[in-house]
């Protein structure tokens, strides 16, 4: 089993920044997909970026330019540093892992934007 702790989120004022941190733990496979999604109120958990343990990387294209994912396999750590931060990216943010079939999940953490 493969386990997930997120920590990082909070409240922001637009325009700020937050760097989001996940720890993953027990049985982590090498070779394997990290990534983020997030969820507002009302819509559905939406992928916002994503990277392999070699290091190539997606993003969604709303947060393009504005977020940047990295990992250190060293420490099975995951990182979204997320600047000029807008209402709309108010959602609970979740870390993801993936690899032959196996997807863990953390438990969220709350990201709030104000304007």
């Known amino acids: 089993q493969v386990q997930l702790v997120e920590s990082g989120g909070g409240l922001v004022q637009a325009g700020g920044s937050l760097r989001l941190s996940c720890a993953a733990s027990g049985r982590i496979l090498s070779i394997n997909v990290m990534g983020w999604y997030r969820q507002a109120p009302g819509k559905q958990r939406e992928l916002v970026a994503g990277i392999t343990s070699g290091g190539s990387t997606n993003y969604a294209d709303s947060v393009k330019g504005r977020f940047t994912i990295s990992r250190d396999n060293a420490k099975n750590t995951v990182y979204l540093q997320m600047n000029s931060l807008k209402p709309e990216d108010t959602a609970v943010y979740y870390c993801?892992?993936?690899?032959?079939?196996?997807?863990?999940w953390g438990q969220g953490t709350q990201v709030t934007v104000s304007s």
């Open positions: 993801n892992y993936k690899v032959s079939g196996i997807v863990a």
